[in-house]
């Protein structure tokens, strides 16, 4: 199977991006994939959620790749990558990111700086998911041009409004214009609060407005204390609460995206 490359984007925050990003990867690696998890925001939230507490301390992380690359610099693109205990890889990141927005705006093929980077990898893994940060810079933008689908988490606490229209914007111009094979991998309802009666209207309102024109997951993540404290201890919800209905529903949300493969 060709390895499948997926970024996970919200130009909003709080919508449990990175938790989707990392629970995701772990399902996946659970069912036998070879998964490596990117990490592109800056704040290094899903370096520090899989246990690496201290991202600035570390030596390589994307920055080093992006600088390498727009240095013209021989680097191994697998030179920094970690090994987490539960079966997954993943290159970290963490400040040193934000100083390399205007270096990438000024380099040659600068949409194209993470998808260089990242080809030669794809031999290695089934799975390539990028967790991005919630604005629509460039950054993000590379792991558009460096993806075959973006997944769009919603939160139900909110009715996705502008946010969402301007992602899906964003994600129609960069097929257009730079990566003609991106898709919408689908957009997933998280942080759902089944006692909520704004849950259920913001769920209804997604499925309304977009299924007709994308694919809206059947699979729904709940809210879970569970969910919230696994990121802490440096462990997936599996290894936390693998019994919990998180953990059952993104084993379900990875059935999903493997039935489309």
């Not at 080093?64 to 191994?76: K, Q």
């Not at 973006?150 to 990566?179: C, D, F, H």
Request: with cysteine; proline share 5%; charged share 20%.
């Amino acid at each position: 199977m060709p390895c499948r490359t997926i970024a996970v984007a919200n130009q909003k925050g709080g919508t449990g991006k990175t938790a989707t990003t990392l629970s995701l990867g772990m399902a996946l690696a659970r069912s036998g994939q070879r998964v490596l998890l990117v990490d592109t925001d800056p704040q290094g939230d899903l370096t520090k959620s899989l246990g690496w507490h201290a991202p600035d301390a570390l030596e390589t992380t994307l920055a080093n790749h992006l600088n390498a690359m727009i240095e013209g610099v021989i680097l191994d693109p697998r030179e920094g990558i970690l090994s987490h205990d539960e079966g997954i890889d993943l290159m970290p990141a963490n400040i040193e990111l934000a100083g390399m927005e205007m270096p990438i705006l000024m380099a040659m093929s600068r949409e194209q700086l993470v998808n260089m980077w990242m080809s030669p990898l794809k031999a290695d893994y089934d799975f390539i998911l990028f967790d991005c940060a919630p604005t629509l810079g460039i950054i993000p933008i590379n792991a558009f041009v460096a993806s075959d689908s973006v997944l769009v988490p919603v939160s139900a606490e909110y009715l996705p409004a502008s946010a969402m229209a301007g992602l899906l914007k964003t994600v129609g111009r960069v097929r257009r214009q730079i990566n003609p094979s991106l898709e919408v991998e689908g957009i997933l309802v998280t942080l759902s609060d089944s006692r909520n009666n704004l849950a259920h209207e913001v769920e209804e309102t997604i499925r309304r407005q977009y299924s007709s024109a994308y694919r809206v997951f059947d699979t729904v993540i709940p809210r879970a204390v569970s969910a919230a404290e696994a990121p802490a201890a440096g462990m997936s919800v599996f290894s936390y609460d693998g019994a919990g209905k998180v953990a059952r529903a993104f084993e379900r949300l990875a059935e999903e995206v493997l039935d489309r493969g």
